[in-house]
């Protein structure tokens, strides 16, 4: 960061009111990117005052200029994440989905009974993702309902916005990992109660069947009913690989497709975000649109696990909102970055075999990681791009602070073009500055800060 | 590092006789790791004198013992890289190869007439290169001898292993980025030479035909001869593009396929890989496995200009060596481990629609980042794997040393866990130690060390 007139260094001990001055960039459509050259950006008290251009930062204002190789842009939502699965990243790829729940996720899974363990994990999987430039985060934990509190606690006292929901599964399990129908709704519920309890803004909880294989259609229609009468956000899989699909054809034979499950269940609401999508029929794409369901693309995973490839341009002509998932520990990494790159290989990829599905661009992906992923968790309106009255989530990314997005003296970036190489070549190292509701986090989220009680 | 006994704790300043002692990973053929526990590997003089098990270092040699979370392994072999592009990395993706090359790749390789901008570009990338781990590149430079030679120079200098090739084109070429006949023949012939009076046994000249439409049949036969009296190596691109093959097939109407051409010209030879191979029908392929032809899988780079998918399988099968490479900046990464994780995608991918494509294995991925690379470069005696009387060229891979690979205490990892963690997960800064003819140099790497002359 440069000093220039009265202004800030750094991002450390920022005030509460603060200007950010320099390249802006943000998505608020698809296949646009609107960039906002010498521009400002007023923050208060978290939330975004004002946005505008001309360079000028408001008089009295604590101020950053960014250099000419920086540049801000909003938080990366993930909209899939599994946080107990983190230690299995990288590991158990030679399995597809069933097989790899049975042989690696579920003995992973179990051992989230252990508070010292799960603290550790979360503890890092938060600390991790915010190094990533994850503003926010809709996590799966275990169906431990002791421990899973503990992520919406990390989540909180980290100052990472976040989703944190309590799987729910009580069939089709492991014996020593499945609930009673009663116990996975009353736990679900006392979640709910203790994530309110946290009075933290940024942690809310999200009702969670695993899935409909795991999950009977009393225990998952509890579920839907407890969603809809507290208005609260839910999160499942659907339609990931073809043996899951089979098996939910013939445990719900009385529904013609797999979302039609989910809809007796009263589980399609306009707050659902269901990950994968792989092999959605044309008329599960239109019931989950009428009902304002969102999916979760999760293109790392479903390499990894041979899923398949989701025909993300169908589904985003069909008018569904669409974010991106890590899905951790399918997914072999946490950075949303990396998502954001597997989303353009496997579309250019989809595109060689179904020429209706035009490879996703670098502009399209900066939109589903940052504002697709807000629509999709039901919260554009509060985070994914700069716009007065939104809260602050953004990142400063810094093209020379990382070892793979180098920009030469004699060749200096356009603003689109740092875009571009930071998508295609940059990592962590490159994000030098994460904010939350105006705070920022990344020097802070390694150390191991404890603030909330 | 730990130290023990009378154990080194690092590998600064090691002499010139030392071991290794702890988990050491090669693999000698397709599909297999071999694992060698509390293994011992002796170095003298830059050569391995014994590699085995037991963890006993031989007594009064100076002895590293790696940590737990520690690996050997050998280096990376980047097959194909095109040094003088990596300022373009990450940019241009929106074109196909013909397109890209006129307006992206040409008018960035025409500046390396300026032999300040050529000397800063090549030193990063071989810094950049060595941090990744790669310790044997293959590389185009441009059409300019002063400066092809700068790279030669530079690799000396950081003791980076190296085929360095000064490019040549004589048709189809922008008025300002062509040669004459007569000057591309020359220049190259005084480039060898250029490259011989370095005198520095880690690297050596490849002849470049950059590919069949940028020279002509005259240009390719004398360099073809020259390689042959000369007993060379050879490198050129193959059937990326479908507008590629068929220009190439309009230029040529006396070829019956595109390999043919480069046959006819002499210069498919045991020496010669070539780049990429996406489109080449079943006659070329055995044409190449013939000649003892390799070819540079590319896949990064495959999907950006979206060229097509190379069937690695079905050349595997047919014989083919293959190896990896970068394709910097068709590619965009210059870490060898990120093109290993793109080939492991794109065949998940290509076997979707084209069953005989099974998947990648990441046991051959490894392989063909390392021996399959080395067989690709005709240096399979040499490097690429753990072998008395082989140069010791190899990395130290920590686990622990790299945020995406984090082990927790309670989980320690078996050697092919490591091995999966650190090729789904790991980056630049997993790899703590790069050996290159037993030289340590990934902690000099950055630094400006210049004692070539």
Known sequence: ???????????DDLPSTFAIVG????????????????????????????????????????????????????GLIDSHIHAPQ?????????????????????????????????????????????????????????????????????????????????????????????????????STQQFVQDVANLG???????????FAISCDMELMTKLGK?????????????SENEGEVQTVAEMYPNCANYAEVYDKAGLLTSKTVMAHGVLLKPEEVALLKERGTSISHCPTSNINLRSGVCPVRTLLQSGLTVGLGTDVSGGSTESLLDVMRSALSVSVQKGFDDSSQQPLSYKEV????????????????EVGCFKAGMHFDALVVDLNAGPGTVVFEDLPLKPLEMVQKFIYCGDDRNITAVFVEGRELKATAAADVRQFD
Request: hydrophobic share 35%; proline share 4%.
């Open 1 to 11: 960061m440069q000093s220039a007139g009265g202004g800030k260094q750094n991002f």
């Open 23 to 74: 390249t802006i960039v943000h998505s608020t459509e698809l296949s646009t990117i609107t960039v906002i050259e010498n521009g400002v950006l007023h923050v208060a008290d978290g939330k975004i005052v004002s946005v505008g251009s001309g360079g000028d930062a408001p008089e009295g204002v604590t101020t950053v200029r960014l250099t000419s190789n920086q540049f801000l842009m909003p």
């Open 86 to 186: 983190y230690p299995n990243m990288g590991l158990g790829y030679d399995k597809t989905l069933l097989d790899w729940l049975d042989t690696y996720t579920y003995p992973m899974e179990t051992k989230y009974s252990d508070v010292e363990f799960a603290q550790t994990v979360y503890r890092k999987i938060v600390e991790r993702t915010l190094q990533c430039g994850t503003t926010t985060a809709c996590y799966f934990t275990t169906i431990h309902p002791e421990t899973a509190l503990l992520l919406a606690q990390e989540a909180a006292a980290q100052g990472q916005r976040a989703l944190v929901g309590k799987v729910c599964m009580n069939v089709n399990a492991p014996d020593n990992y499945t609930e009673t129908t009663e116990q996975s709704v009353t």
């Open 200 to 210: 933290c803004d940024l942690v809310k909880p999200v009702i969670t069947p695993r």
């Open 226 to 238: 407890l969603a809809q009468q507290n208005n609260l956000h839910v999160q499942s899989h659907i």
């Open 366 to 381: 900066f939109y589903l990681a940052t504002m697709g992923g807000a629509n999709a968790l039901s919260m554009g309106n």
